[in-house]
Structures are given as structure tokens and as C-alpha cells.
């Protein structure tokens, strides 16, 4: 399913797959290993002891990573990840998400320079809702008046 929404050279080219905590990181690790990719992780802090990295698992200077994470909002948590594995000597261009809340998390990524991907969107959730009869107009309205892009 992730290649009907990611594109295959994107695939292809990153070295390295990293995920968010919590949610993020079960589906890193298991797009990892589909793909027989390297996984990473990033904490939201250091750690008190060991290597006090945020960015756990081996990463070499130059290396692109794919950070993945499970809702966007914001975007702040993907940013932040992404400024930890940019630390580390990552270069971090894109972002995959299974939901896109389309409350300005994409365009705060691209200030950042980071494209984001997206298995679907609040939009398309509320749409289908509809059309199945599972919501009404009344909540569709509701839904969509809280997305800003």
C-alpha cells in the first residue's frame, strides 16, 4: 500500500528509515524491514547515560533518512526529529504520515525543507464518511472547518 502513495525513487534513494515515538516508530520498524532498510529512532530526549544521543540506531554524515510518524498536526514532532538526525550528520527531505490532520503540519515541514507524504487525509476521512452515511452534513462541516490546508 505505502508505494500507491510514496514514490518508488524516494523509496529507493533513502538510506535510512527513522520514527517518532510512540506510534511512529512500529510503523518504521516495520516499513524497515520490508524494505530491508536500516531503522533509527529518535527520542524525544536524551538519554541520562549511554551515548546521550537522541538518535538511536547508526547513522553516517550524508546519509538521507525518511522520518515517519503516524498523525501530523503541527508538524513540530517530525521537525523535531528531523533537527536531532540533521545533528547526526542526516539529511532529512521527506516525512511519510499515515494521517494528515491538514492543520498546517505540511506546510510547517516545508519551511523546514521537508516534503511531507501522506497515506490519506482528514479531508478524505470526512469525505468518506459522508458518503457512506457513517457522519452528517452537519459533522462533515465540523470536520472540514477544522482543516486550515
Known sequence: MYRSVVEPSL??????????PTAGIAYAAVLAYDLSKPFLYVRKES????????VEGLLKPGESVLVLDDVMTSGKNVVEAAEAIRAEGGVVEDAVVLLDRQQGGAE????????????T??????????SLGTIEEEQHKEILGQ???
Open 11 to 20: 523509496l529507493k534513494r533513502t538510506q535510512r528509515l527513522a520514527g517518532i
Open 47 to 54: 538519554k541520562e547515560h549511554g551515548r546521550n544521543k537522541r
Open 108 to 119: 510547517n515541514l516545508l519551511k523546514t525543507g521537508i516534503r511531507l507524504h501522506s497515506f
Open 121 to 130: 487525509t482528514m479531508r478524505r476521512i470526512a469525505d468518506k464518511l459522508l
Open 147 to 149: 482543516i486550515i490546508s
